[in-house]
């Protein structure tokens, strides 16, 4: 039950680091407007410029290493606390 609970924790933070990762990159304009930053996949979070180059790929890393390791915590058969040829 326990091993369940963290890999459920465990997917859901990973989705929601993929979900807050910086998707666009830093556009430049020509002629005199500034350097716009990078936001996430709803746009509630807006990254400075230039944070959405360096924060991408830590991110992505990240969050699909939480998704993959909770899916495996989930589906993982539990441990046997002794099969009935062992016990006598």
Request: with cysteine.
């Amino acid at each position: 039950m326990r091993r369940r609970v963290i890999g459920a924790t465990l997917t859901v933070l990973g989705v929601l680091v993929l979900l807050f990762e910086p998707v666009e990159g830093a556009m430049r304009c020509a002629g005199g407007c500034r350097e716009q930053g990078a936001s996430s996949w709803w746009g509630l979070v807006d990254y400075p410029a230039g944070w959405g180059d360096k924060l991408a790929w830590p991110m992505l890393i990240i969050g699909v290493a939480l998704v993959v390791t909770g899916i495996v915590l989930l589906l993982k058969p539990g441990r046997s606390r002794g099969s009935p040829s062992t016990a006598r």
